[in-house]
């Protein structure tokens, strides 16, 4: 694996995901009703599932949360890439658009303040996890015409994927529960 082709796929997956953020922001303030159907879908598959929960267990369901997210991300380099894409894009989307639901009820220093303290952790796990599932997607394509070995490259990745992600994603999970909303608190 070269320094190179990382480079590239972080490159290529940062500009997807804040290109599809773009895409879900822009959408919900021309049209709100797109922003509040995913926010309703929002509710009801992730955040309706931490209601009323103590910080401890808040962290746990957004760490697993987070980490199927990336671990989806990774894997799904093995449908050439085609469900990274789609998992990345998805998720920028409905970023987006919560964010300018949001943001037509508060201030953007609130929606700074509700996205910063734990996105700075969140959002690198997302597209490290996404680049590796497109060069996973390569690997396969270019093993496929006989130039490469995709299952040691896939190991390559999975070791990446434990360093990295693992660890960024559960220090998201643990400001998300424990700093963001004191944050929040501060801007309210």
């Known amino acids: 694996m070269s320094e190179e082709r990382l480079a590239n796929a972080l ?3 940062f500009l997807l995901f804040f290109a599809t953020i773009t895409v879900g922001w822009v959408g919900t303030a021309h049209n709100p009703q797109i922003g509040e159907n ?3 879908l929002f509710q009801k598959e992730v955040a309706g599932q931490m209601n009323g929960e103590n910080p401890l267990g808040m962290c746990g369901k957004l760490f697993a949360n987070n ?3 990336c671990i989806l991300l990774l894997v799904g380099g093995a449908s050439f890439g085609i469900f990274t894409i789609f998992i990345m894009s998805l ?3 409905v970023i987006g658009a919560i964010m300018e639901i949001v943001h037509q009820d508060h201030s953007a ?4 303040a509700a996205i910063v303290p734990h996105g700075i952790f969140e959002i690198p796990a997302f597209i490290i996890s996404g680049a590796l599932g497109i060069m996973l997607a390569q690997s396969l394509i ?5 130039r490469g070995d995709a299952a040691a490259d896939a190991q390559r990745y999975a070791r990446i994927f434990l360093l990295y992600v693992i660890p960024l994603v559960a220090i998201a999970a643990t400001v998300e529960a424990f700093i963001t909303p004191l944050v929040i608190q501060l801007v309210v």
Do not use: C, P
């Open 142 to 146: 270019s093993e496929w015409y006989g």
């Open 109 to 112: 220093v609130f929606v700074a």
């Open 38 to 40: 995913l926010m309703a």
């Open 91 to 93: 998720n920028g989307i």
């Open 11 to 13: 490159i290529i997956t």
């Open 67 to 69: 980490l199927e997210a």
